[in-house]
């Protein structure tokens, strides 16, 4: 069977994951590209008799070395064997998407633009003549709608001819910059990639083309002829670039209707962007977000709560053999992971991926800035603490949008305090669940509290800048279902593969200590945390557990303590509780994560600062209560 490699390239909030549901479906792998953090996701669908993969690369703006995102892409794009390329571009911004297509261009790799959003060009008054940008760029120009899947079958009949096709168009520099590409390529050795091309990226200063030179007297003669003749050539190439894409763009668009005032979209941002209103919108939002998450959650959770307890009785083991025990203690694991975490881990994701895909998070981000600039925090620090909503561990990765490592140690820190999808699932499944949803409210307004207070003792210690915030806001969209779905799936499988095990590997743990009657022997050491807390002893065992996993935490809280706990524990003790384990400890992931980025001291140090917070905080706020 022939065999086809396609690459997916285009910015941001393009639709390329759209685009690769459609043309495949959900079914996708999803991997860190070797030797880097950076997500790749690859895909296998085979269409009249041929095999194609595709491989869905980083947004990026351009194909260069600056970003970890634009690294990979330029690896992938000009290292490994590929067939062709999709530029997915976006109909209402083409000039942008057309830069990248011709940085791709140059390298001969055939290409073909999968133009979307056309509908939402169209109602802006906009239409692009695809006819004449093909006959332009020799490449084929097919509109498509993944929603509709419009245009996909005829997307992917023209990657069948793909291999076939030859680049024609030609990027034609100043003479200054065609004489120093003849000068570089004189000195070039045959490769696969085109002479004229590694001689660009070379006047680029791209260092990892630097290698083709091979002698680096080569390397340095041309460096010095080119801070001597030419000093700004990088700027004069890209300048070339952006003039040649912005004129295809110009000739291949028609302004059918100029659209008077307001779009919706501008109506919309006026309010949720407003600097007074905005933040209060924004909490409202959230506030009907997470009420959302409790109502269905403690919905579903009692629904599977009867489910598995059902299969549980009529499982009925009772014997105290110790295969026994620790198969019943294993299934309880089970059943408290399905009924409590579960819920609560899959809600969260798809209403997280339903305000990504509406366009509405990029917007909580603004606010969030305005709001916790005034106490110090950079205005970059907000990427990486919206991510954190999702998981800790790529929110760490993402620091490394600020400019110094002092940065990003700081911000960093702060994800102690953000609510991930295992920390939301605590405070709903076990504080929102069995305390009510007012106690849940209490936590959730204890970590920002808490946030706060950390803020202004941190910043007494890091003199961090106030960088400004520069994001690009996508445009408001109908969210698709399916990608919602999918993207819910993606981001929790770990939590069916990882931690349900896990659950029952502790279940049947603790069975076996329980059944030997040396638990106090585990939970005794620490008895004076749990103290301090104002919690039984063998509470120890889930906040423990949760080092390894937070989605842990509530399932083995129901293991030690059984499925009633409102019966076990007072109200003020759950909130203890659900304060003590969503602040400070990380699980062992992010810890590794923390150990990558900043090396295995700082993050030792900063666990440690954390953790000791966390529960030093808890417990003041527990004596507090009590004196009131």
């Not at 028609?254 to 979209?265: A, F, K, L, M, S």
Request: a neutral charge; one cysteine or more; hydrophobic letters at 50%.
């Amino acid at each position: 069977m022939d065999k086809i490699k396609i690459v997916l390239v285009g910015q941001p909030n393009v639709g390329k994951s759209s685009l690769l549901n459609a043309l495949v479906g959900p079914k996708v792998v999803i991997s860190n590209y070797p030797g880097t953090t950076v997500e790749v996701t690859k895909v296998q669908k085979t269409f009249d008799g041929i095999e194609m993969s595709f491989l869905d690369t980083p947004g990026i703006y351009s194909i260069s070395d600056r970003s970890e995102e634009e690294k990979v892409t330029e690896k992938i794009l000009f290292e490994e064997e590929i067939d062709g390329v999709i530029v997915v571009s976006d109909a209402t911004a083409l000039e942008r998407s057309l830069y990248v297509l011709l940085q791709i261009m140059e390298a001969d790799i055939p290409a073909v633009i999968a133009l979307n959003f056309v509908e939402d060009a169209r109602s802006k008054g906009i239409k692009i003549d695809c006819k004449r940008l093909e006959k332009a760029l020799g490449i084929s120009v097919i509109p498509i709608n993944p929603i509709t899947k419009k245009g996909i079958d005829d997307l992917l009949n023209s990657l069948l001819r793909i291999k076939d096709k030859k680049v024609k168009f030609r990027v034609e520099y100043d003479d200054h910059i065609e004489e120093a590409i003849s000068q570089i390529s004189s000195k070039l050795k045959e490769t696969r990639l085109p002479k004229r091309f590694i001689s660009v990226r070379i006047l680029e200063g791209d260092e990892d083309f630097y290698k083709y030179l091979g002698d680096e007297k080569i390397l340095d003669s041309i460096k010095k002829n080119l801070s001597e003749k030419h000093p700004k050539i990088d700027r004069d190439i890209a300048v070339t670039r952006y003039g040649i894409a912005s004129l295809l763009a110009e000739e291949a668009t028609q302004i059918v209707h100029t659209v008077r005032g307001e779009d919706i979209q501008e109506k919309v941002d006026r309010f949720l962007l407003h600097r007074s209103w905005g933040p209060v919108i924004t909490m409202l939002i959230l506030v009907i977000t997470f009420g959302v998450l409790l109502y269905l959650g403690n919905l579903l959770q009692s629904i599977l709560m009867d489910l598995t307890s059902n299969f549980l009785s009529f499982l009925h083991i009772t014997g105290n053999s110790m295969p026994d025990i620790v198969l019943a203690r294993s299934l309880t694991g089970l059943a408290a992971g399905i009924s409590i975490a579960l819920p609560y881990v899959f809600l969260f994701y798809l209403l997280l991926g339903l305000l990504e895909d509406m366009g509405i998070l990029s917007r909580f981000i603004v606010n969030a800035e305005r709001f916790f600039g005034k106490f110090g925090m950079p205005g970059k620090a907000f990427i990486p603490l919206a991510l954190g909503l999702g998981c800790t561990v790529p929110a760490t990765k993402a620091t490394r949008v600020l400019s110094s490592k002092r940065e990003q140690f700081y911000v960093a820190s702060f994800l102690s305090f953000v609510p991930c999808s295992s920390r939301t699932a605590i405070i709903m499944g076990v504080v929102g669940f069995y305390g009510g949803i007012r106690l849940a409210f209490y936590v959730f307004l204890t970590l920002l509290m808490a946030a706060l207070i950390w803020a202004f003792a941190i910043k007494k210690l890091y003199h961090v800048s106030r960088e400004p915030l520069l994001l690009e806001l996508p445009p408001y969209r109908k969210p698709l279902a399916g990608n919602i779905l999918a993207k819910g799936w993606f981001r929790m499988k770990d939590f069916i593969y990882v931690v349900i095990p896990l659950l029952m590997v502790g279940g049947a743990v603790y069975g076996i200590l329980d059944a030997y009657n040396i638990t106090h022997m585990v939970v005794q050491p620490l008895s004076v945390i749990t103290s301090w807390l104002g919690l039984p002893d063998v509470t120890i065992i889930p906040l423990t557990f949760g080092f390894l996993q937070k989605d842990l935490t509530g399932a083995m809280l129901v293991s030690v303590l059984g499925s009633n706990i409102s019966s076990v524990l007072t109200p003020v003790q759950i909130y203890t509780f659900g304060v003590a384990s969503a602040i400070g400890i990380p699980c062992i992931n992010a810890f590794a994560m923390l150990i990558r980025e900043f090396g295995f001291r700082r993050a030792v140090s900063l666990t440690t600062v954390s953790i000791g917070y966390g529960i030093l905080f808890a417990g003041l706020l527990l004596r507090i209560i009590f004196i009131f």
